[in-house]
């Protein structure tokens, strides 16, 4: 008698993934803008962090040295694409949109928290006398701009000029401001004369028009019927 073979099964190999070498594409920032133009938005946002008002055609040719026309041909683009906007007729209105300032976000380097410090208070060690002598108490409290002037509308501005030295505003100083369209009589503001220049002075409401009044008797008062109010003064920060 023949005796069958034994049935073997034959078992498939597993299938290894084929490793294979992958060359990494570089990434670009945006296609859509150039080098220059995403300059451009940089300059704008940041000219609006630090001054609180918007750059001209003309301050941002002189920024980035290059002609008027060749910026208005930018900024042309950079609204076609959706990255600005602008006011017709206004001066000082180029806004970048919230797609420009995603797109900036994504590209601003990533800093490290070693750069800063941990806290933007000071140690408030207790009262000292401009009078006469008090007693020296020591305090464990701590001073800070964000608390003393707290709020998403507060920013500030440095002082450029000496206009204003009979209110102790010093050419250099550190003024703090709120954010404002309206001013009482004998306030001190930041205001837009013209739709073009800023200025820092005391604030008066005359029959027909403004009166900016400066604090220095060698400046003559601005008499305007186009002023826009920016802010209004809520204090001062002096390094000596």
């Not at 609180?52 to 002609?67: K, N, R």
């Not at 694409?81 to 000082?92: D, H, I, P, V």
């Not at 797109?103 to 408030?124: C, Q, R, V, W």
């Not at 009166?211 to 809520?234: A, F, S, W």
Request: net charge positive; proline share 6%; aromatic share 4%.
């Amino acid at each position: 008698m023949v005796c069958p073979k034994p049935m073997t099964k034959q078992l498939k190999k597993p299938c290894l993934p084929i490793m294979t070498e992958v060359k990494q594409m570089p990434i670009k920032a945006n296609p859509k803008l150039t080098p220059r133009q995403i300059e451009l938005l940089r300059i704008i946002v940041n000219y609006h962090r630090s001054q609180c008002y918007l750059p001209t055609i003309a301050e941002l040719a002189a920024q980035t040295e290059i002609s008027r026309s060749t910026v208005f041909e930018h900024i042309a683009q950079l609204q076609k694409k959706g990255f600005l906007s602008e006011a017709q007729g206004k001066a000082r209105s180029l806004s970048p949109t919230s797609k420009a300032l995603n797109l900036l976000k994504k590209l601003e380097p990533k800093i490290s928290g070693d750069d800063f410090t941990a806290s933007d208070s000071i140690p408030l060690a207790g009262r000292v006398a401009a009078g006469s002598p008090i007693e020296a108490i020591e305090d464990c409290r701590t001073l800070s701009l964000t608390d003393s002037f707290s709020g998403d509308d507060v920013f500030a501005l440095q002082v450029a000029g000496d206009s204003m030295i009979d209110a102790d505003i010093q050419d250099g100083d550190t003024v703090i401001c709120k954010k404002a369209v309206a001013a009482r009589d004998g306030q001190l503001v930041v205001a837009i004369v013209d739709d073009d220049n800023a200025t820092l002075k005391r604030f008066f409401k005359e029959k027909d028009r403004v009166r900016l009044q400066p604090e220095n008797k060698n400046y003559q008062p601005i008499y305007t019927q186009n002023c826009r109010i920016e802010g209004v003064v809520l204090g001062l920060v002096r390094k000596f």
